[in-house]
Nanobody, 124 residues
């Protein structure tokens, strides 16, 4: 069982940066593949980034590649998403998720555990 709690969202202007954190409970955090997803109003939830349990492999949506960076601290059971050069289209509720296995899946259906989400709003 893994419980996930996201923090770090907020209201920022275009071009600003934010760092989201996802605190995980459970001793097996280090063995899970972790991901970030987001859902904008009126849209389906979409993949943002994923990281292997080792932290050595990452995958990003094309829309955030070069601006966002995913990382994890296994010692502190925390997942991060550093978001730079934010745009209004990044406005969404951001969720962290966890799945067992090695595949950095883009599909939300592959992730078993989810946090409650944190709101990110980017004003123009």
């Amino acid at each position: 069982q893994v419980e996930l709690v996201e923090t770090g969202g907020g209201l920022v202007q275009t071009g600003a940066s934010l760092r989201l954190s996802c605190a995980a409970s459970g001793r097996t955090f280090s063995t899970y593949t972790m991901g970030w997803f987001r859902q904008a109003p009126g849209k389906e939830r979409e993949f943002v980034a994923a990281i292997a349990w080792t932290g050595t492999s990452t995958r990003y949506a094309d829309s955030v590649k070069g601006r966002f960076a995913i990382s994890k601290d296994n010692a502190n059971n925390t997942l991060y998403l550093q978001m730079n050069s934010l745009k209004p289209e990044d406005t969404a509720v951001y969720y962290c998720a966890a799945r067992s296995g090695l595949i950095l899946s883009l599909s939300q259906n592959e992730y078993r555990y989810w946090g409650q989400g944190t709101q990110v709003t980017v004003s123009s």
